[in-house]
């Protein structure tokens, strides 16, 4: 069975949460694993809003020391030591987090229930971080005002699916069977070739999700997230503010559309607006003219790979 890899939006604004939208944060469940990518404030409001069963996150990531993308994190921490959490927490995010986040609780004399680790991202390179049973996270260098990583998460290679069918009206040795599983055609003592192309499905797949939070448009992306099947791509701008997004080391959703193009990603989804639009149509139809599979992301919506 191909375990459930999608995406849900928890927040999807820049600098100031208005207009019912929220700081950055995302969900990404594949098969029973959840993964937060970036905490901004009220995180875990949003996450009980749109009801994700949030002990059950394992690995947290944050792009950059920018508030709107981890100030929600010591509210997050506090609520699973009142919850009495006891599983193990993994943190990855930039040099400097685990100072900010230790000192809180230091000075609040708070002693955590459960272990939690930090792990420095490095914002100069494209480097594997997490290996998980049916993906890899990998982190790679963004363009901003602050060391700043994206998070790439790639499903690893699935196993063939054996064509029943075929098995029983040609039966197969279990050596055979364990080799086509394995993905190895197999050759029995008498030569009998039994091939992975007559007794097995085609290979799902590997389904792959890139997150760019915050950068000033940069071709150079498009290494790292080449042909991936869903892009989130920052679209702080429209065109008509494009040197307040060079200024300010931010895209607009044109730039973001560019990217998507010239990385040949399958879909766009845009997120990190700023508070000086209120509707948000506009952007998308300047986004559309240059990567027309293009969405704009919502609240409390998922997105399925
Ligand atoms: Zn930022």
Redesign the pocket.
């Known amino acids: 069975m191909i375990p459930e890899f999608e995406v849900t939006i928890l927040g999807n604004t820049s600098s100031i949460p208005v207009h019912g939208r929220n700081h950055t944060s995302q969900v990404i469940r594949y098969g029973q694993e959840l993964l937060l990518l970036d905490c901004g404030e009220g995180t875990q409001i949003q996450l009980r809003k749109y009801k994700v069963k949030s002990s059950r996150i394992t690995h947290i990531f944050i792009s950059?020391l920018?508030g709107?993308?981890y100030l929600g994190l010591v509210g997050l921490l506090s609520s699973y030591n009142l919850a009495k959490r006891s599983k193990p927490l993994t943190i990855f995010g930039p040099q400097g987090l685990d100072e900010i986040i230790i000192t809180n609780f230091r000075w609040s004399n708070t002693k955590l229930g459960y272990p939690l680790t930090f792990i420095k991202t490095d914002p100069s390179g494209f480097n594997l971080v997490l290996n998980l049973p049916g993906i890899d996270v990998f982190s790679f260098p963004m363009k901003?005002?602050?060391p700043?990583t994206g998070f790439l998460i790639k499903e690893k290679p699935g196993y063939r699916s054996l064509i029943k069918e075929k098995l029983r009206a040609s039966p197969a040795p279990l050596e055979a069977i364990q080799s086509l599983r394995k993905g190895e055609n197999y050759k029995d003592s008498s030569g009998k070739t039994y091939s992975l192309e007559e007794y097995t499905y085609p290979l799902p797949p590997m389904r792959t999700y890139a997150f760019c939070?915050?950068t000033i448009f940069d071709p150079e992306l498009a290494q790292y997230i080449s042909g991936v099947d869903l892009l989130y791509h920052e679209s702080t701008f429209m065109d008509s503010d494009e040197k307040r997004a060079a200024d300010t080391f931010h895209s607009t959703s044109s730039q973001a559309a560019k990217i998507a193009n010239m990385s040949g990603v399958k879909k766009l989804l845009l997120g990190h607006f700023s508070s000086r639009y209120v509707h948000l149509e506009p952007m998308l139809a300047e986004a559309q003219v240059f990567f027309p599979e293009t969405i704009l992301s919502e609240e409390g919506q998922t997105y399925a790979l």
């Open positions: 950059h920018h709107d993308h901003h005002r602050l700043t939070s915050d």
